[in-house]
């Protein structure tokens, strides 16, 4: 019961960071109808810039995030203005393709400047507390409520906010957001800002917990494939559900299918991407088309 | 895509033209190891072959049916694992060990059956998710390998028995090579080639018509799978060492893609003419910046998908498909 406890405990946290960093990816698909497949590169170089920082200045992960937030929203601005806004509206291989390509440069980028070797973030408070006789690590557990509030703030800004609404807009009928005046490629490289931001953060938030190598990219962005495709297109809910059912289901799968370890929890995600896509194309929740943001 | 449906009844030279230089081409590369070259220059030959090969493969699912795979390195892995598992691994009554020419057709076959098994319900998917499906096939299919230690070596790999003869190894490819591109020249104008290129063109339209269109994606998946295993089983014997980071590796999909794209998707000669360009590039950027190698591979498909999207070949038969060949008739219009 203690080993299920400690299972489920680890998977709810483990879940709440997938769900932060799942929600660029799926607002960047439900918006413009474009798959970043190198979502799992922009989150390597959160974790990287969290590391620069910390190891040139000493620098907090938490802290650093007031720098590589607007730097990255930049990056995200400028990569959709230069590269996503020619292609969005071709075909879906030609985004594909372009994400893909984005992707291969970026990693061997990093490779170059940082090597292969992998990096970790030592702070000081990576311990970890008990809570009814449950393990929970500290850093894990701050990510988890900090997920949380990200997501609150988020979900506001979207129905709240002029330009939260115009994004909505934009996702939901493009033509229709553009005879009312909304300049669509502007609304997307916010759109792209704020996401790839959002990536980059939760790179930086998770570099405590985990090492740090060029090529940690592609698992998680299929891992956000699958969570998108567990939870829907382009919704905070249905984010926040595909995180916590993965990491659940991942923690449970380690722990009780015996002497095989840690991996195969991850490959365990890549059979239930390929099986709900199979079952379910459109999602467990039945949102997986390129039409709202709630 | 006007340029694949040519005119109904093309003259002869033009019908059977490719074939006979094709096969002209190969006489030609079969006289090269007379020439006195050495043996890395047959080695280079030979992946020139392989990367042939692979991209002509690639072309048939990718291209000529245009479900895009992101994962077809599965099948050069898996048939390079079958080749080093059946050589190494199974002892035999008749041959403490398969040989080479034994366990080739096997790995193939294993290819081709894994095919049919996810094939049958990720052909399915359409667009991007088939896409993503295999890729996820592909990473899950390298943490399977890892974890089946006793089988596969884990993450240690498997040791072939060494025997170099760089000759062989090159014969044996061309005629692969050979063999590959002469069927897809074929397929390209059979029935079952126009049956593919509806599939790609509207796979509503040809349902409608009463073709049966899982069946024929899933064949034209077999067919890639099956050739891109031997492929694979062919690497492996050849490299004598395999582990699951240097057979189940991103860049072999990568490349596939690229050349395909590079040379004309669809096309018969554009993934053979894409992955010599290609692999002639990669022999420059690799001999002058080799750690900026696959960076430049990257960079390279972004370039493609944004000037030349219809690749080589395609903007050779129209140019105003693509934003170079419409700016190139641009600036020749303003000379005149």
Request: charged share 10%; hydrophobic share 55%; aromatic share 10%.
């Amino acid at each position: 019961m203690d080993q299920f406890l400690q299972a489920l405990a680890s998977g709810l946290l483990l879940g709440g960071f997938y769900a932060v960093m799942v929600l660029g990816f799926s607002i960047i698909w439900g918006v413009m109808g474009v798959i970043n497949l190198a979502h799992g590169e922009f989150r390597m170089i959160g974790a990287y810039a969290a590391w620069a920082l910390f190891r040139a200045f000493g620098l907090d992960p938490f802290a650093s995030l007031v720098i590589i937030l607007p730097v990255m929203f930049v990056v995200g601005y400028a990569l959709q203005t230069i590269l996503l806004n020619r292609v969005v509206e071709r075909p879906h291989l030609m985004a594909l393709l372009v994400t893909f390509g984005v992707s291969i440069s970026l990693a061997n980028l990093y490779k170059v400047i940082y090597s292969a070797d992998p990096r970790s973030v030592p702070v000081s408070y990576n311990g970890s507390f008990e809570l009814f006789g449950v393990t929970m690590p500290i850093v894990k557990t701050i990510i988890f409520f900090l997920a949380l509030l990200i997501m609150g703030l988020l979900h506001t800004f979207l129905h709240h906010t002029r330009l939260g609404k115009s994004i909505r807009a934009a996702a939901q009928n493009k033509d229709a957001a553009r005879i009312v005046g909304i300049e669509i490629h502007k609304v997307y490289a916010i759109t792209a800002g704020i996401c790839i931001a959002l990536t980059a953060g939760a790179g930086a938030m998770l570099s405590p917990t985990q090492a740090i190598f060029p090529f940690m990219g592609p698992p998680f962005t299929l891992k956000a494939f699958t969570i998108t495709a567990l939870g829907g297109l382009g919704r905070i809910p249905g984010a926040l559900l595909g995180g916590l059912l993965l990491g659940v289901t991942e923690l449970m799968v380690a722990t009780y299918v015996p002497g095989i370890g840690t991996n195969l929890g991850v490959a365990v995600s890549f059979v239930l991407l390929v099986v709900i896509l199979i079952v379910r194309p459109q999602g467990l929740l039945g949102g997986l088309r390129p039409m709202e943001v709630e | 895509m006007s340029t694949l449906t040519q005119a109904a009844r093309p003259s002869l030279l033009r019908r059977w033209g490719g074939l006979l230089l094709w096969l002209l081409l190969l006489a030609l590369l079969a006289i090269y190891p007379y020439t006195g070259v050495t043996g890395s220059a047959l080695f280079t030959a030979t992946q020139v072959f392989v990367l042939v090969t692979l991209a002509s493969n690639w072309n048939l699912i990718g291209g000529m049916t245009g479900y895009v795979d992101f994962g077809h390195a599965v099948f050069f892995g898996l048939g390079a694992y079958s080749m080093g598992i059946l050589v190494t691994r199974v002892p035999l009554a008749f041959s403490p060990e398969l040989s080479f020419w034994q366990a080739l057709p096997l790995a193939g076959l294993v290819a081709a059956l894994f095919a049919l098994i996810i094939g049958l319900p990720t052909l399915r998917l359409k667009g991007p998710y088939f896409s993503i499906a295999m890729l996820g096939t592909f990473v899950a299919m390298r943490e399977i390998i890892r974890i089946l230690r006793p089988i596969t070596g884990g993450g240690t790999g498997l040791d072939l028995p060494p025997v170099l003869n760089r000759v062989n190894e090159y014969y044996f490819m061309l005629g692969l090579m050979g063999l590959v591109v002469a069927l897809i020249w074929w397929i390209r104008r059979s029935e079952f080639g126009y049956t593919l290129i509806a599939i790609r063109e509207d796979e509503i339209g040809a349902e409608m018509r009463g073709i049966n269109t899982t069946m024929h994606k899933i064949i034209a998946f077999m067919i890639a799978a099956f050739f891109t295993g031997i492929v694979g089983a062919f690497w492996a014997w050849q490299n004598t060492y395999i582990d699951p980071d240097v057979v189940f590796i991103e860049q072999r999909t990568v490349e596939m893609v690229m050349m395909s794209m590079l040379g004309g998707l669809g096309t018969v000669w554009g993934p053979p003419l894409g992955a010599v360009v290609i692999y002639f590039l990669q022999d420059v950027v690799w001999g002058n910046l080799l750690n900026f190698h696959l960076m430049a591979l990257g960079i390279l498909l972004i370039l493609l998908v944004l000037f030349l999207p219809e690749g080589i070949l395609g903007s050779l038969g129209d140019p105003s498909s693509t934003s170079l060949g419409r700016l190139l008739r641009r600036a020749g219009r303003r000379q005149e």
